[in-house]
């Protein structure tokens, strides 16, 4: 016997919560989700970065492509879920990865062309603010507008 606050399938229980919306949310609920997703997942990425190469002595390089690894995988989780709200699928797994390799390319290309000019006109710790920040908005665009438009298109 089932007390109420237990379900008699427990298979319905555990489907409950991961249960999506009939409807894909507005464009503009998905792009301030995505823009909060992505502020927490900046702060991850740059943190590892700084640490990476203040702390550990990496070079700037290694660091930024570590914290990036860090960075997208909170991105992709947060996102993937409550900005788009879609299930996961071998297919859109597939896709996110190649997109983020490809955004990788982007972002730590991007970076590393900016760097050492920076450091040279603003200094090391301006340098890694205004070139993660410069790299991030670039790459962040471009993530945005595939996974919308191609990968979670219609949720």
Do not use: C, H
Not at 72 to 101: C, D, E, M
């Amino acid at each position: 016997m089932t007390s109420p606050a237990e379900p008699s399938d427990p298979t319905a229980a555990a489907a409950a919560p991961t249960a999506l919306p009939a409807a894909p949310l507005p464009l503009r609920t998905q792009l301030v989700r995505f823009v909060l997703a992505g502020g927490v997942s900046a702060v991850v990425d740059y943190g590892l970065m700084v640490a990476g190469m203040n702390l550990l002595g990496l070079g700037y390089s290694p660091a930024k492509a570590i914290s990036w690894v860090f960075g997208t995988l909170t991105a992709y989780l947060i996102n993937s879920r409550w900005t788009f709200q879609a299930a996961g699928s071998k297919k859109t797994l597939g896709a996110v990865v190649v997109l983020y390799l490809l955004t990788f390319a982007l972002q730590v290309g991007t970076f590393t062309v900016l760097y050492p000019p920076l450091a040279a006109w603003l200094g090391i710790t301006a340098a890694q603010l205004v070139g993660f920040v410069i790299a991030q908005g670039i790459a962040t665009t471009v993530n945005f507008i595939v996974q919308r438009g191609l990968i979670f298109r219609g949720r």
